[in-house]
């Protein structure tokens, strides 16, 4: 069973930069399209970004796309979102999450959840 585990968030400042990382435990992000959601406390969930296992296709939210960068390092079994010039608006839980499903998958396809790191970006 794979088990994601998300790590990074903290409060900064707006226009400080963050870069959140996802593990893996208990097996392989092999052949699987990893992405970051977040949920910020009173609205839905926001599908952020996401990339696929060859990194060929990725996928960003049309408000961070010119911000955050997804990466992911095959090696070391982790993927990263590296988001700069954050904004209030940025603050979220941001949870990691895998599916085997397609190149990219759906948002309702992604089946293999963290438990959430905490972003909080005060103006």
């Known amino acids: 069973q794979v088990q994601l585990v998300e790590s990074g968030g903290r409060s900064v400042q707006a226009g400080d930069s963050l870069r959140l990382s996802c593990g893996v435990s208990g097996g392989t992000l092999e052949n699987h399209a990893v992405g970051w959601f977040r949920q910020a406390p009173g609205k839905e969930r926001d599908f952020v970004a996401t990339?696929?296992?060859?990194?060929?296709?990725?996928y960003f939210l049309d408000s961070v796309k010119d911000r955050f960068t997804i990466s992911r390092d095959g090696a070391q079994n982790t993927i990263y979102l590296q988001m700069n010039n954050l904004e209030p608006e940025d603050t979220a839980m941001y949870y990691c999450?895998?599916?085997?499903?397609?190149?990219?998958?759906?948002?309702?396809?992604?089946?293999?959840w963290g438990h959430g790191t905490r972003v909080t970006v005060t103006s």
């Open positions: 999450a895998a599916t085997d499903w397609g190149e990219l998958g759906r948002p309702s396809d992604y089946r293999f």
């Open positions: 990339i696929s296992w060859s990194g060929r296709a990725i």
